[in-house]
Protein backbone atom coordinates (compact mmCIF):
# COMPACT_ATOMS: atom_id res chain seq x y z
CA UNK A 1 0.00 0.00 0.00
CA UNK A 2 1.43 3.20 -0.56
CA UNK A 3 1.24 6.07 1.93
CA UNK A 4 -1.21 8.26 0.96
CA UNK A 5 -3.96 5.21 0.89
CA UNK A 6 -6.59 5.36 -1.63
CA UNK A 7 -10.33 4.91 -0.21
CA UNK A 8 -10.19 1.76 -2.18
CA UNK A 9 -7.38 0.29 -0.72
CA UNK A 10 -9.30 0.75 2.59
CA UNK A 11 -11.50 -1.83 1.00
CA UNK A 12 -8.52 -3.97 0.13
CA UNK A 13 -7.58 -3.66 3.82
CA UNK A 14 -11.20 -4.32 4.79
CA UNK A 15 -11.12 -7.97 3.06
CA UNK A 16 -7.76 -8.66 3.97
CA UNK A 17 -8.86 -8.12 7.30
CA UNK A 18 -12.04 -9.88 7.37
CA UNK A 19 -10.98 -13.24 5.95
CA UNK A 20 -8.47 -12.96 8.75
CA UNK A 21 -11.51 -12.58 11.79
CA UNK A 22 -13.31 -15.59 9.62
CA UNK A 23 -10.37 -17.82 9.98
CA UNK A 24 -10.53 -17.08 13.48
CA UNK A 25 -8.46 -13.94 14.17
CA UNK A 26 -10.43 -11.36 16.92
CA UNK A 27 -11.81 -8.17 15.22
CA UNK A 28 -9.98 -6.29 17.93
CA UNK A 29 -6.68 -7.41 16.37
CA UNK A 30 -7.48 -7.51 13.21
CA UNK A 31 -8.74 -3.69 12.79
CA UNK A 32 -5.13 -2.70 15.28
CA UNK A 33 -3.31 -3.87 12.89
CA UNK A 34 -5.14 -3.01 9.97
CA UNK A 35 -5.83 0.79 11.34
CA UNK A 36 -2.26 1.14 11.64
CA UNK A 37 -1.41 1.34 7.83
CA UNK A 38 -3.88 4.49 7.72
CA UNK A 39 -3.13 7.52 8.15
CA UNK A 40 -6.13 9.84 7.85
CA UNK A 41 -8.65 9.56 9.92
CA UNK A 42 -11.42 9.15 7.96
CA UNK A 43 -9.92 6.16 6.33
CA UNK A 44 -9.77 4.20 9.93
CA UNK A 45 -13.26 5.08 9.94
CA UNK A 46 -14.56 3.49 7.18
CA UNK A 47 -12.27 0.67 7.98
CA UNK A 48 -14.39 0.53 10.98
CA UNK A 49 -17.44 0.22 10.08
CA UNK A 50 -16.96 -2.38 6.82
CA UNK A 51 -15.02 -4.56 9.22
CA UNK A 52 -17.81 -4.46 11.86
CA UNK A 53 -20.38 -4.59 9.85
CA UNK A 54 -18.91 -7.38 7.71
CA UNK A 55 -18.58 -9.61 10.72
CA UNK A 56 -22.07 -8.87 12.40
CA UNK A 57 -23.81 -9.68 8.89
CA UNK A 58 -21.19 -12.14 7.09
CA UNK A 59 -23.38 -15.05 8.10
CA UNK A 60 -26.33 -13.15 5.61
CA UNK A 61 -24.32 -12.54 2.97
CA UNK A 62 -21.60 -15.24 3.26
CA UNK A 63 -24.45 -17.37 2.25
CA UNK A 64 -25.89 -14.87 -0.48
CA UNK A 65 -22.57 -14.90 -2.55
CA UNK A 66 -22.58 -18.25 -2.60
CA UNK A 67 -26.03 -18.01 -4.59
CA UNK A 68 -24.69 -15.34 -6.59
CA UNK A 69 -21.50 -17.71 -8.06
CA UNK A 70 -21.67 -20.96 -10.26
CA UNK A 71 -18.43 -21.87 -8.01
CA UNK A 72 -17.51 -21.02 -4.52
CA UNK A 73 -14.68 -18.47 -3.79
CA UNK A 74 -13.98 -19.09 -0.19
CA UNK A 75 -11.29 -21.61 0.19
CA UNK A 76 -9.52 -20.68 -3.24
CA UNK A 77 -9.80 -17.15 -2.59
CA UNK A 78 -11.03 -16.01 0.89
CA UNK A 79 -9.56 -12.32 0.33
CA UNK A 80 -11.51 -12.26 -2.71
CA UNK A 81 -15.08 -14.07 -1.21
CA UNK A 82 -14.53 -11.36 1.66
CA UNK A 83 -14.30 -8.41 -1.01
CA UNK A 84 -17.84 -9.49 -2.00
CA UNK A 85 -19.42 -9.98 1.12
CA UNK A 86 -17.98 -6.18 1.86
CA UNK A 87 -19.52 -5.10 -1.55
CA UNK A 88 -23.06 -6.11 -0.64
CA UNK A 89 -22.55 -4.71 2.75
CA UNK A 90 -22.19 -1.64 1.45
CA UNK A 91 -24.60 -1.42 -0.48
CA UNK A 92 -27.12 -3.12 1.74
CA UNK A 93 -26.02 -2.33 4.75
CA UNK A 94 -24.12 0.83 4.40
CA UNK A 95 -25.97 2.03 1.91
CA UNK A 96 -23.97 3.82 -0.30
CA UNK A 97 -24.09 4.98 -3.48
CA UNK A 98 -24.53 2.06 -6.16
CA UNK A 99 -22.19 3.26 -8.94
CA UNK A 100 -19.64 4.57 -6.57
CA UNK A 101 -19.65 1.55 -4.09
CA UNK A 102 -19.28 -1.05 -6.98
CA UNK A 103 -16.61 0.83 -8.97
CA UNK A 104 -14.67 1.15 -5.67
CA UNK A 105 -15.02 -2.22 -4.89
CA UNK A 106 -13.92 -3.17 -8.33
CA UNK A 107 -10.58 -1.59 -7.91
CA UNK A 108 -10.26 -2.76 -4.96
CA UNK A 109 -9.62 -6.41 -6.66
CA UNK A 110 -6.94 -4.39 -8.35
CA UNK A 111 -5.42 -3.47 -5.04
CA UNK A 112 -5.70 -7.15 -3.78
CA UNK A 113 -3.34 -7.58 -7.01
CA UNK A 114 -6.08 -9.65 -8.46
CA UNK A 115 -7.03 -7.83 -11.52
CA UNK A 116 -8.47 -10.93 -13.62
CA UNK A 117 -11.14 -10.93 -11.03
CA UNK A 118 -12.21 -7.25 -11.15
CA UNK A 119 -14.67 -8.57 -13.91
CA UNK A 120 -16.20 -10.86 -11.33
CA UNK A 121 -16.91 -8.45 -8.82
CA UNK A 122 -18.59 -5.75 -11.13
CA UNK A 123 -20.89 -8.93 -11.90
CA UNK A 124 -21.88 -10.28 -8.93
CA UNK A 125 -22.58 -6.83 -7.65
CA UNK A 126 -24.71 -5.66 -10.20
CA UNK A 127 -26.48 -9.19 -10.69
CA UNK A 128 -27.25 -8.65 -6.53
CA UNK A 129 -28.62 -5.03 -7.64
CA UNK A 130 -30.74 -6.63 -10.66
CA UNK A 131 -32.32 -9.72 -8.07
CA UNK A 132 -32.14 -7.79 -4.97
CA UNK A 133 -35.49 -8.21 -3.74
CA UNK A 134 -35.77 -12.13 -4.99
CA UNK A 135 -32.40 -12.79 -3.18
CA UNK A 136 -33.19 -10.87 0.01
CA UNK A 137 -36.56 -13.31 0.11
CA UNK A 138 -34.28 -16.56 -0.02
CA UNK A 139 -31.73 -15.35 2.70
CA UNK A 140 -35.19 -14.11 4.68
CA UNK A 141 -36.76 -17.61 4.47
CA UNK A 142 -34.14 -18.98 6.66
CA UNK A 143 -33.72 -17.80 9.89
CA UNK A 144 -29.88 -18.12 10.22
CA UNK A 145 -29.30 -15.68 7.11
CA UNK A 146 -32.17 -13.44 8.10
CA UNK A 147 -30.80 -12.51 11.45
CA UNK A 148 -27.02 -13.37 10.46
CA UNK A 149 -26.91 -15.63 13.88
CA UNK A 150 -26.09 -19.33 14.27
CA UNK A 151 -28.50 -21.72 14.87
CA UNK A 152 -27.12 -22.67 18.34
CA UNK A 153 -27.14 -18.69 19.61
CA UNK A 154 -30.40 -18.42 18.00
CA UNK A 155 -32.19 -21.58 20.08
CA UNK A 156 -29.71 -20.61 23.48
CA UNK A 157 -31.62 -16.77 23.28
CA UNK A 158 -35.19 -18.71 22.30
CA UNK A 159 -34.80 -21.33 25.24
CA UNK A 160 -33.54 -18.75 28.09
CA UNK A 161 -35.91 -15.46 26.78
CA UNK A 162 -38.73 -16.87 24.88
CA UNK A 163 -40.27 -13.16 25.28
CA UNK A 164 -37.49 -10.97 24.67
CA UNK A 165 -35.31 -13.50 22.35
CA UNK A 166 -36.02 -11.52 18.94
CA UNK A 167 -35.49 -7.97 20.55
CA UNK A 168 -31.58 -9.55 21.33
CA UNK A 169 -30.93 -10.53 18.07
CA UNK A 170 -32.18 -7.13 16.92
CA UNK A 171 -30.41 -5.46 19.78
CA UNK A 172 -26.94 -7.62 18.11
CA UNK A 173 -27.39 -6.13 14.41
CA UNK A 174 -27.78 -2.75 15.48
CA UNK A 175 -24.20 -0.25 16.33
CA UNK A 176 -23.39 0.04 19.75
CA UNK A 177 -23.33 3.51 21.60
CA UNK A 178 -20.16 4.97 22.60
CA UNK A 179 -20.22 5.18 26.49
CA UNK A 180 -17.45 7.54 28.05
CA UNK A 181 -16.49 6.66 32.08
CA UNK A 182 -15.48 10.39 34.03
CA UNK A 183 -11.94 9.82 35.50
CA UNK A 184 -13.32 12.04 38.57
CA UNK A 185 -10.31 12.33 40.23
CA UNK A 186 -9.11 14.47 37.06
CA UNK A 187 -12.18 15.74 35.79
CA UNK A 188 -15.87 16.62 36.39
CA UNK A 189 -18.43 14.86 33.80
CA UNK A 190 -20.35 18.26 33.17
CA UNK A 191 -17.02 19.98 32.43
CA UNK A 192 -15.71 17.30 30.26
CA UNK A 193 -19.43 17.71 28.23
CA UNK A 194 -18.84 20.73 27.70
CA UNK A 195 -15.43 20.34 26.52
CA UNK A 196 -16.98 17.89 23.94
CA UNK A 197 -19.57 19.87 22.72
CA UNK A 198 -16.72 22.68 21.91
CA UNK A 199 -14.82 20.09 19.38
CA UNK A 200 -18.15 18.90 17.58
CA UNK A 201 -19.43 16.57 19.51
CA UNK A 202 -22.75 15.79 20.79
CA UNK A 203 -23.39 14.23 24.06
CA UNK A 204 -25.96 13.01 26.58
CA UNK A 205 -25.94 12.42 30.33
CA UNK A 206 -27.15 9.28 32.12
CA UNK A 207 -29.70 9.70 35.08
CA UNK A 208 -27.95 8.09 37.92
CA UNK A 209 -24.60 8.19 37.35
CA UNK A 210 -22.20 10.97 37.71
CA UNK A 211 -19.49 9.97 35.62
CA UNK A 212 -21.45 8.68 32.67
CA UNK A 213 -21.42 9.96 29.11
CA UNK A 214 -22.82 9.19 25.79
CA UNK A 215 -21.80 10.26 22.25
CA UNK A 216 -24.07 10.01 19.83
CA UNK A 217 -21.53 9.73 17.54
CA UNK A 218 -19.12 7.22 17.17
CA UNK A 219 -15.26 8.04 16.41
CA UNK A 220 -11.80 7.99 17.18
CA UNK A 221 -11.51 8.35 21.24
CA UNK A 222 -7.81 8.81 21.51
CA UNK A 223 -8.42 12.02 19.63
CA UNK A 224 -10.84 13.41 21.92
CA UNK A 225 -10.39 16.35 24.19
CA UNK A 226 -8.88 14.75 27.58
CA UNK A 227 -8.10 11.46 26.58
CA UNK A 228 -4.79 11.97 26.81
CA UNK A 229 -4.62 14.02 30.05
CA UNK A 230 -6.71 11.09 31.13
CA UNK A 231 -9.85 12.58 31.86
CA UNK A 232 -12.33 9.48 30.85
CA UNK A 233 -12.09 5.52 29.73
CA UNK A 234 -14.46 3.82 27.39
CA UNK A 235 -16.89 1.53 29.53
CA UNK A 236 -20.51 0.06 28.27
CA UNK A 237 -22.80 1.58 30.98
CA UNK A 238 -23.63 -1.82 32.17
CA UNK A 239 -19.94 -2.39 33.06
CA UNK A 240 -19.95 0.98 34.78
CA UNK A 241 -21.81 -0.93 37.55
CA UNK A 242 -19.19 -3.73 38.89
CA UNK A 243 -17.08 -1.06 40.97
CA UNK A 244 -20.29 0.69 42.31
CA UNK A 245 -21.96 -2.48 43.49
CA UNK A 246 -18.46 -3.81 45.63
CA UNK A 247 -19.32 -0.78 47.82
CA UNK A 248 -16.29 0.62 48.09
CA UNK A 249 -14.54 2.37 51.24
CA UNK A 250 -11.18 3.83 51.78
CA UNK A 251 -8.72 1.91 52.77
CA UNK A 252 -10.06 -1.46 52.04
CA UNK A 253 -8.02 -4.64 50.17
CA UNK A 254 -9.63 -5.56 46.99
CA UNK A 255 -9.03 -8.08 44.44
CA UNK A 256 -9.99 -7.66 40.57
CA UNK A 257 -9.36 -11.19 40.29
CA UNK A 258 -9.43 -10.96 36.00
CA UNK A 259 -8.26 -7.81 35.43
CA UNK A 260 -6.84 -7.29 32.24
CA UNK A 261 -7.87 -5.21 30.09
CA UNK A 262 -7.81 -2.60 33.26
CA UNK A 263 -11.24 -0.82 32.68
CA UNK A 264 -12.87 -2.20 36.05
CA UNK A 265 -9.56 -1.81 37.95
CA UNK A 266 -9.07 1.98 36.95
CA UNK A 267 -12.70 2.44 37.89
CA UNK A 268 -12.29 1.03 41.38
CA UNK A 269 -9.36 3.35 42.07
CA UNK A 270 -11.22 6.26 41.22
CA UNK A 271 -13.71 5.68 43.42
CA UNK A 272 -11.94 4.93 46.28
CA UNK A 273 -8.28 4.94 47.85
CA UNK A 274 -8.07 0.85 48.23
CA UNK A 275 -5.33 -1.31 47.96
CA UNK A 276 -5.76 -2.87 44.57
CA UNK A 277 -4.73 -6.47 43.42
CA UNK A 278 -5.37 -6.28 39.88
CA UNK A 279 -4.68 -10.01 38.89
CA UNK A 280 -4.81 -11.43 35.41
CA UNK A 281 -3.36 -15.22 33.98
CA UNK A 282 -2.29 -14.25 31.18
CA UNK A 283 0.85 -11.95 31.36
CA UNK A 284 0.80 -10.47 28.31
CA UNK A 285 -2.39 -8.78 28.88
CA UNK A 286 -0.37 -7.27 31.57
CA UNK A 287 1.27 -4.49 30.00
CA UNK A 288 -1.90 -2.94 28.85
CA UNK A 289 -3.33 -2.91 32.24
CA UNK A 290 -0.57 -0.64 33.54
CA UNK A 291 -0.86 1.40 30.19
CA UNK A 292 -3.90 2.11 30.66
CA UNK A 293 -3.19 3.11 34.87
CA UNK A 294 -0.77 5.23 33.99
CA UNK A 295 -2.59 6.77 31.58
CA UNK A 296 -5.22 7.85 34.16
CA UNK A 297 -2.56 8.30 37.32
CA UNK A 298 -3.65 5.63 39.19
CA UNK A 299 -1.71 3.20 40.94
CA UNK A 300 -2.17 -0.13 41.97
CA UNK A 301 -0.56 -4.06 42.22
CA UNK A 302 -0.43 -5.59 38.81
CA UNK A 303 0.40 -8.80 39.05
CA UNK A 304 -0.45 -12.61 36.50
CA UNK A 305 -1.78 -15.26 38.37
CA UNK A 306 -4.31 -17.95 37.60
CA UNK A 307 -7.56 -16.52 40.18
CA UNK A 308 -8.32 -20.50 40.24
CA UNK A 309 -5.01 -21.45 41.99
CA UNK A 310 -4.49 -18.67 44.84
CA UNK A 311 -1.87 -21.07 46.09
CA UNK A 312 0.53 -19.29 43.22
CA UNK A 313 0.42 -15.88 43.99
CA UNK A 314 -2.07 -15.22 47.70
CA UNK A 315 -0.32 -13.81 50.35
CA UNK A 316 -2.51 -15.28 52.94
CA UNK A 317 -4.30 -11.47 53.69
CA UNK A 318 -8.29 -11.74 53.04
CA UNK A 319 -9.72 -9.12 50.85
CA UNK A 320 -12.59 -6.78 51.76
CA UNK A 321 -13.93 -6.97 47.82
CA UNK A 322 -13.40 -9.13 45.05
CA UNK A 323 -14.61 -7.99 41.55
CA UNK A 324 -14.57 -11.53 39.70
CA UNK A 325 -15.52 -10.54 35.94
CA UNK A 326 -15.62 -14.15 34.76
CA UNK A 327 -14.56 -15.53 31.69
CA UNK A 328 -17.89 -16.20 29.85
CA UNK A 329 -19.48 -16.82 25.97
CA UNK A 330 -19.38 -12.32 26.05
CA UNK A 331 -22.82 -12.91 24.12
CA UNK A 332 -23.91 -9.95 25.81
CA UNK A 333 -21.55 -7.74 24.05
CA UNK A 334 -22.16 -9.08 20.29
CA UNK A 335 -23.14 -4.91 19.32
CA UNK A 336 -19.33 -3.96 19.98
CA UNK A 337 -17.42 -7.48 18.98
CA UNK A 338 -19.56 -8.95 16.09
CA UNK A 339 -17.43 -11.66 15.64
CA UNK A 340 -18.36 -13.33 18.64
CA UNK A 341 -20.93 -14.72 16.23
CA UNK A 342 -18.61 -16.03 13.86
CA UNK A 343 -16.16 -17.80 16.81
CA UNK A 344 -18.28 -19.03 19.76
CA UNK A 345 -19.26 -22.38 19.76
CA UNK A 346 -22.28 -24.15 21.79
CA UNK A 347 -19.19 -26.47 22.62
CA UNK A 348 -17.79 -23.83 24.41
CA UNK A 349 -19.87 -23.30 27.24
CA UNK A 350 -19.29 -26.64 29.34
CA UNK A 351 -15.74 -25.70 29.88
CA UNK A 352 -16.65 -21.50 30.43
CA UNK A 353 -19.27 -22.33 32.92
CA UNK A 354 -16.65 -24.61 34.70
CA UNK A 355 -14.07 -22.28 34.82
CA UNK A 356 -16.85 -19.92 36.25
CA UNK A 357 -17.69 -22.35 39.17
CA UNK A 358 -13.84 -23.31 39.84
CA UNK A 359 -13.47 -19.43 39.95
CA UNK A 360 -16.09 -18.81 42.29
CA UNK A 361 -15.22 -21.46 44.66
CA UNK A 362 -11.45 -20.99 45.02
CA UNK A 363 -11.98 -17.23 45.44
CA UNK A 364 -14.39 -17.17 48.19
CA UNK A 365 -12.33 -18.79 51.17
CA UNK A 366 -10.04 -15.08 50.41
CA UNK A 367 -13.29 -12.96 51.34
CA UNK A 368 -13.14 -11.58 54.60
CA UNK A 369 -16.17 -12.21 56.87
CA UNK A 370 -18.66 -9.24 55.90
CA UNK A 371 -16.40 -9.18 52.60
CA UNK A 372 -18.37 -8.49 49.26
CA UNK A 373 -17.85 -10.80 46.13
CA UNK A 374 -19.23 -9.31 42.56
CA UNK A 375 -19.51 -12.06 40.26
CA UNK A 376 -20.35 -10.72 36.28
CA UNK A 377 -20.26 -11.81 32.98
CA UNK A 378 -21.20 -10.07 30.08
CA UNK A 379 -23.36 -13.23 29.01
CA UNK A 380 -26.73 -13.20 28.24
CA UNK A 381 -26.69 -16.85 28.99
CA UNK A 382 -29.14 -18.26 32.14
CA UNK A 383 -26.13 -21.11 32.58
CA UNK A 384 -23.95 -19.25 32.88
CA UNK A 385 -24.92 -16.36 35.04
CA UNK A 386 -28.98 -17.21 37.55
CA UNK A 387 -27.92 -20.45 37.17
CA UNK A 388 -24.49 -20.60 38.53
CA UNK A 389 -24.89 -17.91 40.94
CA UNK A 390 -27.97 -20.21 42.28
CA UNK A 391 -25.50 -22.84 42.61
CA UNK A 392 -22.81 -21.07 44.02
CA UNK A 393 -25.28 -20.46 46.95
CA UNK A 394 -25.98 -23.89 47.45
CA UNK A 395 -22.41 -25.55 48.02
CA UNK A 396 -21.50 -22.35 50.23
CA UNK A 397 -24.07 -21.79 53.50
CA UNK A 398 -21.82 -18.94 54.31
CA UNK A 399 -23.05 -16.85 51.15
CA UNK A 400 -25.79 -14.31 51.43
CA UNK A 401 -26.88 -13.04 47.81
CA UNK A 402 -27.53 -9.10 48.26
CA UNK A 403 -30.04 -7.43 46.63
CA UNK A 404 -27.43 -4.59 45.53
CA UNK A 405 -27.81 -5.34 41.92
CA UNK A 406 -29.02 -2.53 39.83
CA UNK A 407 -32.05 -2.20 40.74
CA UNK A 408 -33.91 -1.14 37.48
CA UNK A 409 -32.49 -4.92 35.96
CA UNK A 410 -34.58 -8.00 35.51
CA UNK A 411 -34.30 -9.77 38.03
CA UNK A 412 -33.24 -13.20 38.02
CA UNK A 413 -34.40 -16.03 40.13
CA UNK A 414 -32.04 -17.08 42.94
CA UNK A 415 -30.52 -13.64 43.23
CA UNK A 416 -28.91 -11.56 40.44
CA UNK A 417 -30.04 -9.22 37.82
CA UNK A 418 -29.81 -9.43 34.01
CA UNK A 419 -29.70 -6.68 31.27
CA UNK A 420 -30.57 -7.55 27.60
CA UNK A 421 -28.29 -6.26 25.10
CA UNK A 422 -29.73 -2.70 24.01
CA UNK A 423 -31.51 -2.12 27.12
CA UNK A 424 -31.20 1.17 28.58
CA UNK A 425 -28.85 1.32 25.59
CA UNK A 426 -26.39 -0.58 26.91
CA UNK A 427 -25.09 -3.81 26.62
CA UNK A 428 -25.97 -7.58 27.82
CA UNK A 429 -24.56 -7.96 31.40
CA UNK A 430 -25.10 -9.77 34.68
CA UNK A 431 -24.27 -9.36 38.24
CA UNK A 432 -24.83 -10.92 41.16
CA UNK A 433 -23.31 -10.09 44.91
CA UNK A 434 -22.50 -12.12 47.56
CA UNK A 435 -21.36 -11.24 51.10
CA UNK A 436 -19.56 -13.97 52.94
CA UNK A 437 -21.63 -14.39 57.20
CA UNK A 438 -19.33 -13.42 59.79
Partial sequence: MNAETKSTDVRALAAQALARVVAGESLRNAFGASSAKLRDARDRALLSSLLHEGARWWLRYDAAIDRLLERPLRERESQLHALLVLGIVQLDVLRMAEYAAVAATVEAARALRKPKFAGLVNAVLRRWLRERDALIAGLDADI??????????????????????????????????????????????DDLCARLAGAGHSTRVVDGSDCAIVLEASTDVTRLPGYAEGHFSVQDGAAQYAAELLDLHD?????????????????????????????????????????????????????????????GWWDGRPFDRILLDAPCSATGIIRRQPDIKLHRRASDLPALMATQALLLDALWPLLAPGGRLVYATCSVGIGENARQAARFMERHADAKSLAATPRDWRPVPGGGAQNLPGERDMDGFFYAVFEKHA
Fill in 144 to 189: VTRSAHPRWLIDSLASDWPGQAETVVAANNQQAPLWLRVNRRRAQR
Fill in 251 to 311: GQRVLDACAAPGGKSAHILEMADVDLLALDRDPLRLPRVRENLARLGLAARVEAGDAAEPA
